[in-house]
């Protein structure tokens, strides 16, 4: 029974922001205008903030795990590689295949893994999942550009990702964060109080525009696809990441950090890189809102499963 309450404990931050964001939505208290402004200030500004905060008040000596980063890494240069040779042969449509490829690997890890680190390990101890996200965004980012591009006959165009990446605001705030923590520059407390207060509101508002973004219609025309792309990312994915994991002997905020990357639904961008770069966008959306809503249910089993095993 405490294993059961706990892993509702750590779902509860996720579920209620997601569920009042929609119900609002439902009853036009918010307007879809509104709701994409607030999320470019929350994915330019609240989020970095946060991201930031957390790793240069982290203990660089207790986060930072060689074979813990080499282990995510590879899992997600293996699984994009993998999932990759299964649509291209089981997928006839070339629109579809792209979204399915990156709908499979690429995981909202921002969203979902800080507010999971938080709730089970606390605020002082996530630098490990802050860290590998400095690391796993860009990742992403590049792999799903070299798939949508390749399934739609071009050839990727490698200046457009780099500067893609060295301009993204997630990936620019870990950067500031680990010069601040390397350098042991001190952050004089006012400011530090006010990036706290500030960052705080980022998980919350970023899961409560989520929820306000969803729309459940259209799934019908690709509902194989979508149940294809579900199974792989919410269920064969963290099965065999989490094992291995597990084995290597990760245990507490190292295998939290595994469970938020690999069984977290699919990344928000997704949606806007299949609309830039051609691909079934309608397909895209549903794998965002569809995946977004099982996972809350998926997680909840993972982390029963792994409380029971001694996991953390």
Known sequence: MNDFILALSAIAPLFFPMAAGYILKKFKTIDEHTVKGMNKVVFRFFLPLLLCRNIYQSDIKGVFDQRFMTIGICGVLISAVLFFLFVRCTEKDTRKQGVMIQGMFRSNFVLFGLPLATSLCGPNEVGATAIMIAVIVPLFNVLSVIALEICRGGSPDFKKICKGIITNPLILSSLLGMIILLSKLPVPTLIDYAIKSMSSVATPLALFLLGASFHFSGSKNSLKQLITVLMAKLIILPIVMLTIGFALGFRGIFIITFLAMYASPTAVSSFV???????????????????????????????MLLKRLGGF
């Open 273 to 303: 890189m299949a609309q830039e770069m051609d691909g079934d966008t309608e397909l895209a959306s549903q794998i965002v809102v569809w995946s977004s809503t099982a996972a809350l249910f998926t997680i909840f089993f993972f982390l």
